[in-house]
């Protein structure tokens, strides 16, 4: 996909320009660091698309659509902390390579310079992109911590489920095109349509994400099949089918927590997700956030050219499984 | 002082009112519980004073009177993770009472809020707003960074040193009086001579607290003199004394670090900064920075009466000791 590609390497050379100070060193060398990870930039792409709907062009929209970045970037940094994770995109992450202190402090400066950014903006739109930013902010924090808190929790339902992947991940999406259609200074009609179809092809995206680490074709997923279930994550598919499970199947599953042999742990979990049609539910869920994004996308005041749009949510949904 | 009770009781009742979501209650408990700690407020009330100069009533710069308290507050709740401090204005702090990573992202949360505040005000003010609160915040993590790798420095000059604390408190109260200031609609001038003002008041009041410490008197201080020499704390008296002392002092203090004693620990450091004159050297140094805030503040335009600023710099320098 040109378009797409094209889009990518304008936003991979504005990070590549950002310009952090030198000193102090211990602050700044994380952000450069974490900043070059790659990464699809998905978000920002978003919003330089968005923008370009209402005929604005990549320069007009790249400072709101790099502050979505460096947002994201700044709660990987603070989250890889919480989870403890030692890896993000095959390099160290900023706590294990540095400490948690400098990632906690370098995490805070980098939601700082996403706030300067926004601030480049023309004067007018700061309000309004304040506003969404500020409230996808909290929300991500928000999702964040209910993740943190079903760790803990053995009845979590399939809708708080969605409702965390909704703030956790999803808001960020709608916001990172709502922030395009701001600059655009289109109807409040167009940002909220935008708005919701990031939300929603989040929330897809993130089952699909869940589907495939069981279901997907490793060559393809880029990893090996079951991580999820092997780790005893929650995801959509576990907990449709603790909701779905016999008293039986509940059983089985829950000693299958504690199974060692990994093989024998894949087949039994899958042949219980089989007999409860996890799969078709998930992928039924996943379907229904599909189709409210393309909902979204059609309600579009002027029939407004989508192209674009509908291309990029057909590239991130046809990765074959 | 009744002027400065009145505002600190109108802050402590605004503080009060201000209503945290009860859910996540793992994100917003720790704000509830952290935020009513009590303080000297004394950030927010230059906002207020500042405002009140250019005829701006207490309800007009409250918002941003709050948001640089919930600022500084998100400093602490990090702050106070990174230094491992069990407590804060002696109850427990946020990551020991709950744990570190609900700090880490209640910290957040409570920083979103404060540009949520910002962004109460009329939307003419909110870019100068913005611009003045994104430095200030980007220079207090800098600031908190350097005061990190000075632990493990054993060259920081006092130039350094002063630099710190300028960074990692003073520039905040610069910031808390330049935001009432830009409420009041007032000179770019009076903007900067009360930002001066703030940040000079700011270092003079750090260094003053480096003195008390060790010469302070105890009661009237609230804690145990030379706590900071105990700790082998670098202070401006430690920083001074390494640079004015013979060969023969500095191996001395090098290895007082590690007595054991504390009465001799105490009586011998007191010993050799007598000789080397250190109180004074620290006063005057103080003295330099108190009298640059009184000359910003009387280099305002239209000899505007700051009574109440000088009232409150007076009030914050008149600690006995």
Known sequence: ??????????????????????????????????????????????????????????????????????????????????DEAPLRRAKQTVHKKWNSNIAILSGDVLFVKAYELICKNPTHLIPALMQVFNRTAIEVCEGQQMDMDFETRNDVS????????????????GCALEMGAIIGETSIENRK???????????????????????????????KVGGDVLANKKTLLSILAKSKASEEQITQLASLQNEQNEDEKLAQTLSVFESLQIHDHCKIEMSKHYLFAMAALSSMSDSIASQELEELADYLFHRDY
């Open 193 to 223: 349509a935008l708005y919701d179809f990031g939300v929603h092809l989040g929330i897809a995206f993130q089952i699909q994400d869940d589907l495939l680490d069981l279901y997907g074709n490793p060559e393809k997923v880029g990893k």
């Open 1 to 82: 996909m040109n378009t797409i590609e094209n889009y990518s390497k304008m936003i991979e050379k504005e990070i590549a320009a950002f310009s952090f100070p030198t000193s102090p060193a211990n602050l700044y060398d994380p952000l450069r660091y974490f900043m070059t990870l790659g990464g699809k930039r998905m978000r920002p792409m978003l919003t330089l698309m968005s923008a370009k709907l209402f005929h604005k062009s990549e320069a007009e929209s790249m400072y709101a659509a790099l502050a979505v970045e460096l947002f994201h970037n700044f709660s990987l940094i603070h989250d890889d902390i919480m």
């Open 158 to 173: 399939s809708d708080e489920y969605i409702e965390m992947i909704r703030l956790k991940t999803s808001v960020l999406l």
